[in-house]
T-cell receptor
Framework: GNSVTQMEGPVTLSEEAFLTINCTYT??????LFWYVQYPGEGLQLLLK?????DKGSNKGFEATYRKETTSFHLEKGSVQVSDSAVYFC???????????FGTGTLLAVQP | DVKVTQSSRYLVKRTGEKVFLECVQD?????MFWYRQDPGLGLRLIYF???????EKGDIPEGYSVSREKKERFSLILESASTNQTSMYLC????????????FGSGTQLSVL
């Protein structure tokens, strides 16, 4: 069945460092891919998405490119801020299921 | 802005109690969902509903039931709470046909003692 695998956290970075959070997926067909973010004390919210191969999703300085050949959708940001501290979830929909399937989440802690 | 409101932020219950978790959304969304969030396991879908009085099982429905009597309200019921149901419970809603864009509440941390 469909699944999403994320790198384990926590990821601890200093402000202005470069961020990569790895995400790979297993799916039949051609799923759509997403990153959700959960700030402390809040619900998850959609950060960005990509619906087909080679698409790049972007929002708030974050980017992720849908790589079909490596079945990956890694999240990147060139310069993180303390306010980016949150839990990031990779997710997919499509193929054998019409429900979002989430990864386990990666905690990012950015220190000043 | 869409608002999904969960009635309690923290809840402590005893084993065997009947527990109700309430969720209300204010954007006239057709779809509503209940997830539980556990460390190392991510989010797992318990139940969902595409319409009033309609419900479907998700991936882990055992020990839970739901009620959707009104479009804006979706309740999760633990008939007889057990310690392995201690978890963060998240409610979400979405527009019809837009299962991928979910709007989440801030969650209810349930502890069953």
């Amino acid at each position: 069945g469909n699944s999403v695998t994320q790198m384990e956290g926590p990821v601890t970075l200093s402000e202005e460092a470069f961020l990569t959070i790895n995400c790979t997926y297993t799916a039949t067909g051609y799923p759509s891919l997403f990153w959700y973010v959960q700030y402390p004390g809040e619900g998850l919210q959609l950060l960005l998405k990509a619906t087909k191969a080679d698409d790049k999703g972007s929002n708030k300085g974050f980017e992720a490119t849908y790589r079909k050949e490596t079945t990956s959708f890694h999240l990147e940001k060139g310069s993180v801020q303390v306010s980016d501290s949150a839990v990031y979830f990779c997710a997919l929909i499509g193929g054998a299921t019409n429900k979002l399937i989430f990864g386990t989440g990666t905690l990012l802690a950015v220190q000043p | 802005d869409v608002k999904v409101t969960q009635s309690s932020r923290y809840l402590v219950k005893r084993t065997g109690e009947k527990v109700f978790l309430e969720c209300v959304q204010d954007m006239d969304h057709e779809n509503m969902f209940w997830y539980r969030q556990d460390p190392g396991l991510g989010l797992r879908l318990i139940y969902f509903s595409y319409d009033v009085k309609m419900k479907e099982k998700g991936d882990i429905p055992e020990g839970y039931s739901v009620s959707r009597e009104k479009k804006e309200r979706f309740s999760l019921i633990l008939e007889s709470a057990s310690t392995n149901q201690t978890s963060m419970y998240l409610c979400a809603s979405s527009d019809r046909g837009k299962d991928e864009k979910l709007f989440f509440g801030s969650g209810t941390q349930l502890s069953v003692l």
